[in-house]
């Protein structure tokens, strides 16, 4: 399992930062005048709210409350505050931006050593609001509760209850996966997947404790599609459908192409040796199509490969993310978002289920309001689009070590550059650019 992985490794050397911003690249990160644009707190619901970073009064704050000392007051204590106010100003030179810039610094998560993999893969999860949303009614989950309080806790600013929070995260998920019990490097995808498996399982005890319950695994209805595999005998012809759930895609990485030429190449038609139970002939083609689509679609970049010497080795192509991707090509005709969160009972009886397929008694809390959801998506027919919200880079030339961060936007198209700690202001063009060879986890939203 370890050999397939983009593990990280922190800090990173100089020879496997190859790829880490240079000056240069600094020199184009946003000056305080830029962030005059930042959106306003009223703007971005996800930002912290005031009373979060009530613990942090600026200098700012003290100037303002000086002018409201300096309006009451007369005489020599109305002037004092005057020259104070006058002080603070001039010393700080602080303004309005940067009180902005302190709603984004805020959300960054603590190293806790070689965590980078955990900070990148949280900080894509929180940029998904729909799925935090769905994280947050489930209380009684102690996965999903760790998880929200931590959503929540970034925004206070807060290191200290970060801290203590991250620490609980790992605790829990290493309780039953052993592999992230230590501080050793870690590869995200496989992170992110032990996430996903372990909350859907702590979902469906849960949801059958109690019948009456009405419990949406957040997984499920986020993150799950189906795809039906259909086996046709090249000799006689006959077909054999199987279908099975997954939360992402690995793909192959296309030296030269896009996202879209990976995805092709995942859907492409192969043949397989296999006997038929007609014919005995061994030889069949199969056919792969989405069933159903998911609310978010992650695509994992299968960036290594085995070189002559039988060494696992790192891949660097670079590969063109399109900000818009239509999965309307690899979509069954009557597919349509949301398929997957139908009872089950309503899939053709034709259609074998994948062992371990999801019960309708999970399903149902989801049924609703996916629904719901579906009403604000607005695109032609058939077109299934998903808007790139958040890549995921490993950063560094070797698979064994590297640096892991994240970019995310929010549903105005705001990008935010999340490393560990330190997030700055980006923008999709500089994402797409700085990370077309480093990007390893792709996060699309149904449009
Ligand atoms: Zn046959």
Redesign the pocket.
Same mark, same amino acid.
């Given at each position: 399992m370890r050999l397939f992985s983009l593990l990280c490794f922190c800090p990173p050397t100089l020879a496997d930062c190859a790829e880490q911003p240079t000056l240069t690249d600094c020199a184009e990160q946003p000056t305080l005048t830029d962030c005059a644009e930042q959106p306003t707190l009223a703007d971005c619901a996800e930002q912290p709210t005031l009373a979060d970073c009530a613990e942090q009064p600026t200098l700012t704050d003290c100037a303002e409350r000086l002018v409201t000392a300096e309006v009451k007051a007369t005489g020599w204590f109305g002037r004092l505050c005057y020259s104070l106010k006058k002080f603070v100003k001039e010393r700080t030179g602080e303004d309005e931006t940067q009180n902005k810039r302190l709603v984004y610094t805020v959300l960054g998560l603590p190293n806790l050593r070689n965590m980078c993999y955990m900070n990148a893969t949280l900080q894509s999860l929180f940029s998904l609001q729909d799925f935090m949303e769905d994280v947050r009614r489930e209380e009684s989950s102690r996965l999903m509760k760790c998880v929200a309080e931590l959503h929540a806790a970034r925004r206070c600013g807060s290191s200290n209850k970060k801290t203590d929070l991250l620490k609980t995260l790992k605790k829990s998920v290493s309780e039953n996966c052993r592999d992230f019990c230590g501080h050793e490097q870690q590869d995200a995808h496989e992170f992110l997947n032990v996430l996903m498996s372990q909350m859907k399982e702590e979902g469906s005890i849960l949801s059958t404790a109690d019948g009456l319950h009405p419990y949406t695994c957040p997984v499920e209805a986020n993150f799950e599609f189906d795809l039906l595999s259909c086996r046709t !005998?090249? #000799? !006689?012809?006959?077909t054999v459908h199987k279908m099975e759930s997954y939360n992402s895609l690995s793909v192959d990485l296309v030296s030269g192409g896009s996202v879209e030429d990976s995805l092709a190449l995942y859907f492409m038609d192969y043949e397989v040796e296999c006997q !038929? #139970?007609? !014919?005995? $002939?061994q030889l $069949?083609i199969v056919e792969q199509k989405l069933q159903s689509l998911p609310r978010v679609l992650v695509l994992q970049l299968k960036r290594f490969t085995f070189n002559s010497k039988l060494t696992l080795v790192k891949l660097q192509d670079t590969l063109e993310i399109p900000p818009v991707l239509s999965l309307q090509d690899h979509s069954d005709a009557t597919a349509t978002y949301g398929d997957c969160h139908e009872p089950s009972s309503s899939k053709g009886d034709a259609v074998p289920t994948a062992a371990g397929k999801k019960q309708s008694s999970v399903k149902c809390g989801a049924e609703d309001r996916v629904e719901q959801y579906s009403c604000t998506v607005n695109q032609p027919a058939g077109r299934h689009e998903y808007r790139l919200t958040s890549v995921l880079s490993h950063i560094g030339a070797s698979v064994r070590h590297g640096h892991y961060i994240s970019e995310c936007a929010d549903r105005d198209g705001n990008w935010l550059l999340f490393d560990d700690e330190t997030v700055k202001q980006t923008d999709l063009e500089s994402v797409l650019c700085q990370r077309a060879s480093c990007a390893y986890l792709l996060f699309y939203e149904y449009r």
């Open positions: !005998c090249l #000799s !006689c012809g006959e !038929c #139970s007609v !014919c005995f $002939a $069949a």
